[in-house]
């Protein structure tokens, strides 16, 4: 199974922006379609973008559509997601994991997440 390892998260104004990197370990990393998802306080995870393999198809939350961006380096076994005019709704953990189905995780254990709090 590969090993999820989330970092780049922080606190910003609204309006701000932040680079999430997860990094991920194993030989199947890039055949597999990634993803990234979030979890507020008191809210469950949902999915909120994902991207394939190859990275020639990317999907997104409606919410995020047109602020954040997903992209994957296979060479460094890495998934990134880009944020940008961040909003106070966007406050949450932020994990990775391989999907399927376009907005399901692929694997029951997920990393430790990073921290992403905007503020007003």
């Known amino acids: 199974q590969v090993q999820l390892v989330e970092s780049g998260g922080g606190s910003v104004q609204a309006g701000g922006s932040l680079r999430l990197s997860c990094a991920a370990s194993g030989d199947t990393f890039s055949s597999l379609p990634m993803g990234w998802f979030r979890q507020a306080p008191g809210k469950e995870r949902e999915f909120v973008a994902a991207?394939?393999?190859?990275?020639?198809?990317?999907r997104y939350k409606d919410s995020v559509k047109g602020r954040f961006t997903i992209s994957r380096d296979n060479a460094k076994n890495t998934v990134y997601l880009e944020m940008s005019s961040l909003k106070p709704e966007d406050t949450a953990v932020y994990y990775c994991?391989?999907?399927?189905?376009?907005?399901?995780?692929?694997?029951?254990?997920w990393g430790q997440g990073t921290q992403v709090t905007v503020s007003s």
């Open positions: 991207i394939t393999s190859g990275s020639r198809t990317t």
């Open positions: 994991n391989g999907v399927s189905s376009w907005s399901k995780p692929l694997f029951g254990s």
